[in-house]
T-cell receptor, first 117, second 113 residues
Framework: EPEVTQTPSHQVTQMGQEVILRCVPI?????FYWYRQILGQKVEFLVS????????KSEIFDDQFSVERPDGSNFTLKIRSTKLEDSAMYFC???????????????FGPGTRLLVL | AQTVTQSQPEMSVQEAETVTLSCTYD???????LFWYKQPPSRQMILVIR??????QNATENRFSVNFQKAAKSFSLKISDSQLGDAAMYFC??????????FGQGTRLTINP
């Protein structure tokens, strides 16, 4: 069964450093998302991406964040200058064409646990 | 803005018994989707069940079923014949045509052997 994959599974970085979190969505999916979950809290939407551009972003997704689909398979989240409060689990998700029965469902990757020191 | 509320931070159930997790949401939209996701200790988000708002019939997936009350904006999850592997955080989530998911705070389910 196809699945969303994410690398790395864990990342430790120093405050102020740049990090890039990588995701490989399910191959025929068209919509891509990043969410984050601070430990003990609920999952929060960061950004959605479709047709090579951001379709929606939350207030959390400020100028320190960017997303990119550098090739036909990867979808990345970059944090330019990490802060302590960026420590969280970051989930990538993807969904298919709206016309398909499963298109409304977002499938999540296993997450990247980011720790900023 | 849409909101999702899970009023039970923790629930426990005896193995093989049935448990119901509550979820309410607030929206002014008429067309949307509701989901339950399971998050085990590994913290991966696993889809449990999906409900389209335009469907009156409650969704079922094996031991998992929902009670969808559109007028009351309620979407509860029933787990029958609870198993030890069902122990996890359960998140209720709302998705409008705007695509993003809005999650509730989660309910931690413990299964007692």
């Amino acid at each position: 069964e196809p699945e969303v994959t994410q690398t790395p599974s864990h990342q430790v970085t120093q405050m102020g450093q740049e990090v890039i979190l990588r995701c490989v969505p399910i191959s025929n999916h068209l919509y891509f998302y990043w969410y984050r979950q601070i430990l003990g809290q609920k999952v929060e939407f960061l950004v959605s991406f479709y047709n090579n551009e951001i379709s929606e972003k939350s207030e959390i997704f400020d100028d320190q964040f960017s997303v990119e689909r550098p090739d036909g398979s990867n979808f990345t989240l970059k944090i330019r200058s990490t802060k302590l409060e960026d420590s969280a689990m970051y989930f990538c998700a993807s969904s298919g064409s709206w016309d398909l029965a499963g298109g409304k469902t977002q499938y999540f990757g296993p997450g990247t646990r980011l720790l900023v020191l | 803005a849409q909101t999702v509320t899970q009023s039970q931070p923790e629930m426990s159930v005896q193995e093989a018994e049935t448990v119901t997790l509550s979820c309410t949401y607030d929206t002014s939209e008429s067309d949307y989707y509701l989901f339950w996701y399971k998050q085990p200790p590994s913290r991966q988000m696993i889809l449990v069940i999906r409900q389209e708002a335009y469907k009156q019939q409650n969704a079922t997936e094996n031991r998992f079923s929902v009670n969808f009350q559109k007028a009351a904006k309620s979407f509860s999850l029933k787990i029958s014949d609870s198993q030890l592997g069902d122990a996890a955080m359960y998140f209720c989530a709302y998705r409008s045509l705007a695509q993003k998911l809005v999650f509730g705070q989660g309910t931690r389910l413990t299964i007692n052997p």
